[in-house]
């Protein structure tokens, strides 16, 4: 069975532009978070997508959002980047309590 | 007070000890818990997942839960160098997952 998959995995971009992320959960499973992780505060959660609804969301700006797709598939987007947005930003998939993460996708903003 | 609590090390030990990796929570609602390991530069990998209070053995890794001092722990015996990663603990209620911000845990060859 295939694994969460994050796509791109390394991205630059520089401040003010936009983003978009993609992840493709494993097969079967409907729901899928997302995470900002950096050395300094750890694996924040952003928002969690179940079946094309946002079901839960963490405390960031309106600038990040998502969206799940009808196939379980989801984007991230973030507006506006500002330096501080420069992190590992990692998606994972769960059928039940357990969350599998994808490899991340490493966001440098200059 | 944060809901999870996990030293963050770092924690250095020699190849072959036994490592013992802990997390207090203050929730007493949670009911699933979790022991991720992550290697550098990589997404967290589940490696345990236990749902009562009570010991869960998998190879070398022993995942322990008690819910009435609200402490898990993760034991990995005959530590290895390849065990070298930073391993966050988990746990969640309803749809809600809170992690720890893990421990960075070293083996010395």
């Known amino acids: 069975k295939a694994g969460v998959t994050q796509t791109p995995r390394y991205l630059i971009k520089t401040r003010g532009q936009q983003v978009t992320l993609s992840c493709s959960p494993i097969?079967?499973?409907?729901?899928v978070s997302w995470y900002q992780q950096t050395p300094g505060q750890g694996l924040q959660f952003l928002f969690e997508?179940?079946?094309?609804?946002?079901?839960n969301k963490g405390n960031f700006p309106g600038r990040f959002s998502g969206r799940q797709f009808s196939n379980s598939r989801s984007e991230m987007n973030v507006s506006t980047l500002e330096l501080g947005d420069s992190a590992l930003y990692l998606c994972?998939?769960?059928?039940?309590?357990?969350?599998?993460f994808g490899a991340g996708t490493r966001l440098s903003v200059l | 007070q944060k809901e999870v609590e996990q030293d963050p090390g770092p924690l250095s030990v020699p190849e072959g000890a036994i490592v013992s990796l802990n997390c207090t929570y203050s929730?007493?609602?949670?009911?699933?818990f979790m022991w991720y390991r992550q290697y550098s530069r990589k997404g967290p990998e589940l490696l345990m997942y236990?749902?009562?209070?009570g010991n869960k053995e998998d190879g070398r890794f022993t995942a322990q839960v008690d819910k009435s001092s609200k402490y898990i722990s993760l034991f990995i015996r005959d530590s290895q160098p390849s065990d070298s990663a930073t391993y966050l603990c988990?746990?969640?209620?309803?749809?809600?997952?809170?992690f720890g911000s893990g421990t960075r845990l070293s083996i010395r060859p």
């Open positions: 994972a998939s769960s059928s039940d309590r357990a969350q599998y």
């Open positions: 097969s079967g499973h409907r729901s």
């Open positions: 997508y179940f079946s094309e609804t946002q079901r």
């Open positions: 929730n007493s609602a949670f009911q699933y």
């Open positions: 236990t749902y009562s209070s």
């Open positions: 988990a746990m969640s209620e309803a749809s809600k997952i809170i």
